[in-house]
């Protein structure tokens, strides 16, 4: 890619700190994800707030960086070989990320692509099917009187969570006794969907011990309590 002084992206979110890693985003759940890696790792970055609400991610600017017009995406100015790197994708960040730094994905071959496996898990199942659960139970789906498509997400994202219940056995982590990247990529849309949507009395949140242990032990780690609420909107 081009330099960051020459990206377009540049002229719409001008970094004060070019040689820090630049974070294009909005505390979502997907979004958080990136932020809570960088808080985590202690990678120097410098975030710009997008508003997604204002359509910015469709704005030349942004599409130059995500033609998918999505948060989150990076741009790291000592990127592989010193070059400049352009990321989205919250899932290919996590791991970029991990790369980077070496931290939070087990060095063990085995162990490191059962862990890719649970953020490619998060990626396809949990995050589409827990923000399709918040559309029809909280916006705009709640005015659809077929109550077909609601519960269809709602008996999805309940199976979802009784996965990661039946993972967590034995396990405080993901993973085991090690956080990492698996444990960073579910946090945010667990945290969402009993919390954001208010969907946990139709999801059996009550009816799980371990997830809810598991969620309560992630919010207690100040990483992940900063990065929840980064990029700020001021």
Known sequence: MTDLATHPIATRFPPEHPERLQLYSAPTPNGAKVSIMLEETGVPY??????IGENETWTPEFLALNPNGKIPAIIDPDGPGGRPLALFESG????YLAEKTGRLL??????RWETVQWVMWQMGAVGPLFGQLGFFHKFKGREIEDPRPKERYRAEA???LKVIETRLEGRDWIM?????IADIALLGWVRTVVGY????DIVGWDALSR????LERGLARPAVQRGLTIPSQS
């Open 46 to 51: 410098e975030p710009h707030y997008v508003a």
């Open 92 to 95: 290919a960040i996590l791991l």
């Open 106 to 111: 087990p060095a063990d071959p085995a162990a």
């Open 158 to 160: 309940e199976r979802l």
């Open 176 to 180: 085991g006794a090690d956080y990492t």
């Open 197 to 200: 949507y208010e969907a946990g």
């Open 211 to 214: 997830t809810p242990a598991w």
